[in-house]
């Protein structure tokens, strides 16, 4: 018994380490996403259109990250 609960520890640690990589690697999407529509909007001459386009593509990824750990988890 003390060996299958080991095994199960083992199997969980592993789900956890990749759960934690992917973290880590959508953490670093969107940090450089949030650099990229900051770029862009500097060098924007007119917030309007560019702007909403660029918080709603950030929004999705976010979503998407969101969606990604529920289904890993």
Excluded: P
């Excluded at 709603?56 to 976010?62: D, E, M, N, S, Y």
Aim: with cysteine; charged share 25%.
């Amino acid at each position: 018994m003390g060996q299958e609960i080991g095994n199960d520890l083992d199997e969980q640690n592993e789900i956890i380490d990749d759960l934690a990589h992917l973290v880590d690697k959508t953490d670093d999407r969107i940090r450089n996403e949030t650099r990229r529509v900051k770029l862009l909007e500097k060098k924007s001459a007119s917030c309007g259109m560019l702007s909403f386009n660029l918080v709603c593509g950030l929004c999705l990824v976010c979503v998407c990250v969101c969606v990604c750990v529920c289904v890993c988890v």
